[in-house]
């Protein structure tokens, strides 16, 4: 699972890099965010960086809020800049609009409430370790389902995508996309039969590493796409704001 996590985290880096040459011009600069956000997350879950970062505060686990923060907030930010050029209207609304910062505000003061109830005396990335006690386990619950919710908003205007006539690169784009948001819904549904069925966090875990690999893959073949070739239809990809 750790490889996977930095395999992830790699990839992310490279992409967010080349967002860099346009930030002078005021451009990239949502995206690069993005790719910043999901390099802290991941980067803060390995174990490692983990246990050195948290041994600066006071309450343990406490650097695992930082993750949450991170991950919302990448999570949330590419959900908008795909949907922008996909005119999908309600999952704008519901992540860049008014609606959407509200939700992400309850979310994660839920988590910080759920996260002050806990007792967790060693450090453990997504306190994992604690996930069968019904805090630990109600505090991870919040996470997955609200990043399942984000990529639910997409899953009906990216299948779409994928059965439109244009470039291979298109399509491969909004497939993979497609494919990391819908492990994003299963990484939800296994995490709450892990409450009937133990033992499946890491499973858990490893779907959500993969996800993010199928939405970096799907950002990296629109990235090709967009500066391979000149035509409109490729222009009408999911970077476009961000590239053209």
């Known amino acids: 699972m750790d490889i996977l996590f930095w395999v992830v985290l790699a990839l992310a880096a490279g992409l967010s890099l080349t967002r860099v040459?346009?930030?002078?011009?005021?451009?990239?600069?949502?995206?690069?965010?993005?790719?910043?956000?999901?390099?802290?997350?991941?980067?803060?879950?390995?174990?490692?960086?983990?246990?050195?970062?948290?041994?600066?505060?006071?309450?343990?686990?406490?650097?695992?809020?930082?993750?949450?923060?991170?991950?919302?907030?990448?999570?949330?930010?590419?959900?908008?800049?795909?949907?922008?050029?996909?005119?999908?209207h309600t999952a704008l609304r519901l992540t860049a609009g008014i609606p959407g910062r509200l939700i992400l505000v309850l979310v994660y003061g839920l988590e910080m409430v759920l996260f002050a109830l806990t007792d967790t005396k060693?450090?453990?990335?997504?306190?994992?370790?604690?996930?069968?006690?019904?805090?630990?386990?109600?505090?991870?619950?919040?996470?997955?389902?609200?990043?399942?919710?984000l990529c639910s908003l997409l899953i009906g205007p990216l299948y779409a995508q994928v059965g439109k006539p244009g470039h291979p690169l298109q399509r491969w784009s909004s497939g993979l996309l497609l494919a990391g948001f819908a492990l994003a819904i299963i990484?939800?549904?296994?995490?709450?039969?892990?409450?009937?069925?133990?033992?499946?966090?890491?499973?858990?875990?490893?779907?959500?590493?993969?996800?993010?690999?199928?939405?970096?893959?799907?950002?990296?073949?629109?990235?090709?796409?967009l500066r391979k070739y000149s035509a409109p239809t490729i222009r009408q990809s999911h970077l476009r704001g961000e590239s053209a």
Not at 135 to 149: D, H, P, Q, R
Not at 206 to 222: E, M, N, P, R, Y
């Open 21 to 88: 040459p346009g930030l002078s011009r005021s451009r990239n600069q949502a995206i690069f965010l993005c790719g910043v956000s999901l390099c802290a997350a991941f980067a803060i879950m390995l174990p490692p960086v983990y246990t050195a970062i948290d041994s600066l505060f006071v309450r343990t686990n406490f650097t695992d809020l930082f993750a949450k923060l991170a991950l919302f907030l990448a999570v949330n930010i590419l959900i908008a800049q795909i949907a922008k050029p996909l005119q999908a």
């Open 122 to 149: 060693t450090p453990s990335p997504g306190l994992g370790a604690y996930i069968n006690e019904p805090i630990a386990f109600g505090y991870n619950a919040v996470t997955v389902l609200y990043i399942a919710f």
């Open 187 to 225: 990484r939800a549904m296994v995490l709450l039969i892990g409450w009937v069925v133990p033992g499946l966090y890491d499973v858990g875990q490893s779907i959500s590493a993969v996800s993010a690999l199928a939405v970096v893959a799907g950002l990296g073949c629109a990235w090709i796409a």
